[in-house]
């Protein structure tokens, strides 16, 4: 197998596993990780509403489908949706102090399982390994 192939794959196959992790720790709390990572965008906005598109560009997953993500959250309660009052075709997204509780509880809960998954990694090697990530992206730290 050339060695961009196995690289490729090796990447994929890692990614799924911290996925998987991932999943497998907020399952329990019945959140998903994309509905994680809109949780921790909206924290984020330090009590400022967002829009869709805007929380939609700031997403790790591109392809995950934003309105059915808010819509699932605020159902949980865990964000709210207002109308703009200025322009009433656009819609606001927040978090609500339910969604901060929430996000308090799993913030070291998702640290101590992300610090398991790099745990074979020397801070130095963790440094390469982004320096390198982000090389494959075309960007620099």
Known sequence: MPLSRASVINIFQ???WMKDDLSLTLKPFDISIEQFNVLRILRGQNGKAINLQD???RMVSK???TTRLVDKLIK???VERK???TNRR???ISITD???STLKTLDPIIDDTEH???KNLTQEELIRLNSLLLKLKNKTL
């Open 14 to 16: 890692t990614a799924s």
């Open 98 to 100: 339910l969604g901060l």
């Open 76 to 78: 949980k309660n865990f």
């Open 55 to 57: 929380i939609q560009e």
């Open 116 to 118: 398991v998954m790099i």
């Open 63 to 65: 392809m995950s489908n």
């Open 83 to 85: 109308i703009c009052p």
């Open 90 to 92: 656009k819609v606001e």
